[in-house]
């Protein structure tokens, strides 16, 4: 049985596998593929995707400007 950060790269392996058959392929969806790809290589490296880590770092910029951060 995998856990979690196996089935992780498992995902993330089969993912840039249909991206090099996609770039193979008239029509395929190579720019959302890479668009996914590009999310789970975030949740591996960081554990969110890249829309959380803007949302937090706007949240944090936010707070900064407030001055309820340093």
């Known amino acids: 049985m995998t856990d979690y950060y196996e089935a992780l790269h498992e995902l993330?392996?089969?993912i840039y596998k249909a991206i090099r058959a996609a770039d193979n392929e008239d029509g395929a969806p190579v720019a959302a593929l890479k668009e996914i790809a590009a999310d789970i290589d975030c949740i591996i490296d960081h554990g969110m995707t890249r829309r959380?880590?803007?949302?937090?770092k706007r949240l944090y910029d936010g707070a900064k400007l407030a001055g309820l951060v340093g």
Do not use: V
């Not at 959380?52 to 937090?56: G, N, S, T």
């Open 12 to 14: 993330n392996d089969a």
């Open 52 to 56: 959380a880590i803007e949302d937090a």
